[in-house]
Structures are given as C-alpha cells and as structure tokens.
C-alpha cells in the first residue's frame, strides 16, 4: 500500500494536499507508515510531499495554484537568468484571499489573471509555456524576460506568435516592445544578456553569424569585432580549447578582432564588456 500512496503523490508531482492523497481505504495507514519510515514528508499543515520536494511545488499546492510566470518557466526547462526568492503562481482573478496557515508558511508571488479556470488545482500543475513567458514580459526585468525568451524560441518550445497572443490585454505597450527585441539566434543566456547591452550602448550587433572556415559565432559587432562567450559547460575540454584558438587564428586572418569573455566577465560587470567593445572598435587599423 506505500508503493501505491507513494506513486500516487510522484503522479501529483511530488507534493499534495492530504484530501487528495488520502482517497482510498487504508490510506491513513498507509500514509503513517510512510511518514514514519520517511518514504513521505509533512511539507506544511495538511500537505505532504516527497523526500526533496520543491518549494515551488509545495507552494503551488499549497495555494492551490498553478505554477506561473518565471518559476512555470524553470519548470519547462528554459532558461531562468535568475531564480527568484519566492515561487510565481498563478491563480484566477477572482480566488478569495482567506487566511490559511498553509499558504502563509510558504510564501509565493500571485499572479492574478484572467481566464484561469476557478476551480481548485490539484497536484502540481503549470500555466502554458507561452502563457508563462507572457507574464515575464510584464513581471520581470528586460534582460530576464528576454534571455528566457530568446531560448525557448531558439528550441522552437514556442513562438513569438504565440507569447504575442498571451499577453494580457491590460499590458502596457512596453511589453509587445520587448517582445520585439527577442531574437531565436542567441543560443544561451549570455548571448542575450551580451547582445542587449550592446545594443543599448548603440552598437551594431548581429548574433549567430556563420564565418567561412569558422563556423558560427556568438556575436559580430559592427561588422569587425568578433565577441565569443565561453560557458564552462562547452569550453572546458582540450579539444574545446585546441578548437577555439583554431577559430580565433582563422578571424584574424580574415580582419577581424577577436574578444573573449567569461560568463563571470557577462554577469558581474557587462559595462566593461561594453568598453571593451567600444575600445576595439575604436582602435586603428593596422596593415
């Protein structure tokens, strides 16, 4: 009987209220027994999940909400530049705000919209992917709207088509805007956040361009500089290293300035990635 509670709440999503857990003859046993050898958790007041639940799912459940916004992003597995503090759920417009000590012990962002459906969710449920990156456009900061934008059309999850559709109708203007500066040819959140500083600093910049005898690159500013970011995950290996130092010998000899940065250089101070840029650009040329 453990297996099959415990299966139960995995298929809810790891995390549910007691009222839908405890269906059947025997659960209350059974749910003892699990608590009792671990297998299951008290996650707050009549809420139960399993051993490593998600504070983001447990919040969810216990406002009986639906996962929304950045966090229902994260859990589509698109790129999230940053994770927020508190969970974002959504919940209809019209939900009630009675006191509950379950929802107080777990603090989360609500996302009040219309056309959600009104009834209770259960188990652990979230928004549409375009729905959800909708919401970033008004939530959150440019840079983190965009960064996870531009990865899920760059993995063809969505389309611009389809997030325009989702924005709320009492959107400000600003929104379809930002929306219009997403582009599916940056391949990870560096490429965006890079891309958008450059261009604000009103530069050229055109990413994922192929070179003759290079490949593609992350970045072409004003035609000349060639601007590559290395994520650990891709440059890390010797025949990563052997093959970037290939491609940079190779832009050079067709004109261009190579410049490399880190994603420590692209996160913690992008505005001396920006002089740098600028400072290449601005140097002569030498025959």
């Known amino acids: 009987m453990q297996e099959s509670l415990t299966g139960r709440l995995a298929a809810l999503g790891g995390v549910a209220r007691r009222r839908d857990?405890?269906?059947?003859?025997?659960?209350?046993?059974?749910?003892?027994?699990?608590?009792s050898t671990r297998a299951v958790v008290r996650v707050a007041h009549g809420i139960y999940g399993l051993p490593g639940w998600s504070t983001?799912?447990?919040a969810a459940v216990a406002h009986g909400a639906a996962l929304g916004c950045v966090t229902a992003v994260g859990h589509a597995e698109i790129a999230?530049?940053?994770?927020?503090v508190h969970p974002h759920l959504s919940v209809p417009r019209?939900?009630?705000?009675?006191?509950?000590?379950s929802r107080d012990s777990i603090p989360a962002v609500l996302h009040r919209e219309s056309g959600r459906p009104a009834g209770r969710v259960v188990g652990v449920r979230a928004v549409p992917l375009e729905s959800a990156l909708a919401r970033m456009l008004v939530c959150c900061t440019p840079g983190q709207a965009l960064v996870s934008i531009d990865n899920a059309l760059h993995l063809r999850r969505t389309t611009t088509e389809s997030i325009l559709r989702s924005i709320p109708a009492t959107a400000a203007v600003r929104a379809r805007l930002l929306l219009g500066r997403a582009?599916?040819?940056?391949?990870s959140p560096l490429e965006t956040v890079a891309r958008l500083a450059l261009r604000g600093a009103g530069l050229r910049v055109e990413p994922g361009v192929v070179i003759p005898m290079v490949g593609e690159v992350d970045?072409?500013?004003e035609?000349?500089?060639v601007v590559e970011l290395d994520g650990l995950a891709y440059h890390s290996g010797r025949r990563e290293f052997t093959e970037d130092r290939r491609r940079d010998r190779e832009l050079v000899i067709q004109g261009f300035v190579v410049l490399r940065f880190t994603a420590q250089d692209v996160l913690a101070d992008i505005a001396r990635v920006?002089?740098?840029?600028?400072?290449?650009?601005?140097a002569p040329r030498r025959r």
Do not use: I
């Open 223 to 225: 035609g000349r500089v």
């Open 21 to 35: 857990l405890v269906v059947r003859r025997g659960d209350v046993a059974a749910l003892q027994r699990a608590l």
């Open 219 to 221: 970045l072409v500013v």
């Open 56 to 58: 983001a799912a447990a």
């Open 183 to 187: 582009d599916e040819r940056s391949r």
């Open 94 to 101: 019209s939900r009630g705000r009675t006191p509950s000590t």
């Open 274 to 282: 920006v002089a740098t840029v600028r400072a290449a650009l601005a």
């Open 80 to 84: 999230v530049l940053q994770v927020p």
